[in-house]
Every structure is written in structure tokens, then in C-alpha cells.
């Protein structure tokens, strides 16, 4: 991959004029592009089986389509994507596979980082990441760091998330300030549950997740982000994740711009 793969060449990324042709361009509306994107990356292991193949193969080539969503999502000026990449549940999986999509992890952080950095992207991550393995969560955090102040696109990879572990770690976080009397009980409300979640409050306003894309045909929310996609309009499409690119993502995208959102009223 190319260093500069990814970057527009008639403007700088995150160039707002730039974005908005882009969306055009796209088919899409500028003014109502979502703000947060979260998707559900789902069919690698169909995808490599289709062809006769290890699943491990469809594992690689999965990593191939997140920077091409990514890179795309700075063009069309989305500022927050949320990927979900390894569940809580995923580690029951062989572990010759889980072996297998952990060094996939490492080796992907240390590759994509300078085009992370090229195109203005901050990493983060969210889930129980004490379970990474100690130089998977080193690779990690040295992207993390590493891209800390850019501000085009937060580029959000669930690694070990559940939804349900989110919420409950939230409560044992608002538990402790409670007993250690730094919160009244009595003023407990939304706002402090979402600011004591894995990611606590988005600095781009892209706390909620406006939509969850799905890939494989599936309709599941597989316990991901139930706090923050309480609102998300829901798209489903059929693609594998290996086969999803830049105009699956669009097409989905405007399926979610046709949708109303009216958030409980009328």
C-alpha cells in the first residue's frame, strides 16, 4: 500500500469544499451526512469459504476494506467510525483463529499507522483491552498516541466490546465515585453514564451513533453500542465485509438519508 493511498491529490484531507463534492459526487447531502457511523463487519469467514479457503484469508482481506471505509469516510467528512473488530464473545472462538486475528491486529496497526496519520485520523479504541495480549495493546497504544492530534476522523475499533460489559462497567465506574462521595446519587443522569462509558464524551459532538450498517445480510445488533445506538437508523446490506467498498458504503448511506428521523416525535 502506498503511503499516500487514500489522500486526495487536489486537496488536503478534511478540506471541507472537498468533502462536500465528495459527497455530491456520492449522491449524498452534505448537510445531513451522518456524524457517527458505526458498522458491524460481518462475513469474512463466508467470503474466504466461498472460495475455498481458510477463514483466515477473509480475515485479511476484511482488514483491507476498514482503510478503504476509513480513507473514505475522511473524504466525505463523517468524523466519527465506530468498527466493531473483535467481540467479548469472539474469544470463544479456536484459538488458533483468535492467534491468527491478533497478530492480523498488530501487524495492521503497524502498517495502516502512517496512513492513519496521512489523512488526519485519530485511533482510538473501546472494550475490555486489558485481555489484548501485552504487545497487541502495546502496538495499540502506540498508535493511539502516536495519532492523538489529529482531528479529521476518529477512527473507533471495538476490540474485546460487549455492549452489556460497556454498561456494567460503567455502573462499577459510577459505583466507586459514589462511594468515594465525588457523586451524589441523587444527580445521576444520562450525561454521567455516558461520561463514564469506554469513550466517554466525543470531542466532534459524535456521541450517538446515527447509523449501523450491517453487513452479510444479517440483523442482529450482536451486542454492539446499545447505549449509543438507542436512536441509529439500522441499514442491512447484503455484501461481505470483504467484498464492502467505497460505493457499497455509499448506497448504504443513502438509504440512510432517505430514512425520517424523528427521535419519539411526530
Given at each position: ?40 463487519m460481518d462475513g ?203 460505493e457499497e458504503y ?17
Amino acid at each position: 500500500m502506498s503511503r499516500r493511498e487514500g489522500v486526495a491529490h487536489d486537496a488536503r484531507p478534511g478540506d471541507p469544499v472537498a468533502q462536500a463534492a465528495a459527497c455530491k459526487a456520492a449522491g449524498l447531502d452534505p448537510a445531513r451526512l451522518p456524524k457517527h457511523v458505526a458498522i458491524i463487519m460481518d462475513g469474512n469467514g463466508r467470503w474466504a469459504k466461498s472460495f475455498g479457503w481458510d477463514r483466515t484469508r477473509g480475515h485479511e482481506k476484511g482488514a483491507e476494506a476498514v482503510r478503504t471505509i476509513t480513507t473514505d469516510s475522511v473524504k466525505l467528512g463523517v468524523k466519527r467510525l465506530t468498527l466493531y473488530a473483535f467481540s467479548a464473545e469472539n474469544w470463544q472462538r479456536p484459538q488458533r483463529e483468535i492467534d491468527y486475528l491478533m497478530r492480523l491486529l498488530d501487524n495492521f496497526l503497524k502498517a495502516e499507522l502512517p496512513t492513519l496519520q496521512d489523512n488526519g485520523v485519530r485511533l482510538t479504541a473501546i472494550g475490555r483491552l486489558d485481555k489484548l495480549p501485552a504487545h497487541v495493546r502495546a502496538t495499540l497504544d502506540g498508535a493511539i498516541n502516536a495519532t492523538a492530534g489529529n482531528n479529521n476522523l476518529i477512527l473507533c475499533l471495538a476490540l474485546s466490546y460487549g455492549g452489556r460489559d460497556e454498561i456494567v462497567d460503567a455502573c462499577k465506574a459510577i459505583a466507586r465515585e459514589v462511594a468515594a462521595g465525588r457523586i451524589d446519587p441523587a444527580t445521576i443522569d444520562a450525561h454521567t453514564v455516558q461520561a463514564h462509558l469506554y469513550a466517554g464524551k466525543c470531542p466532534f459532538g459524535a456521541d450517538d451513533v446515527d447509523v449501523v450498517i450491517r453487513t452479510a445480510g444479517e440483523l442482529r445488533l450482536s451486542n454492539f453500542l446499545p447505549w449509543q445506538a438507542i436512536y441509529a437508523e439500522y441499514v442491512s446490506v447484503a455484501a461481505l465485509w470483504p467484498d464492502f467498498n467505497a460505493e457499497e458504503y455509499h448506497v448504504a448511506l443513502r438509504e440512510y438519508q432517505a430514512r425520517e428521523r424523528r427521535f419519539g416525535g411526530v
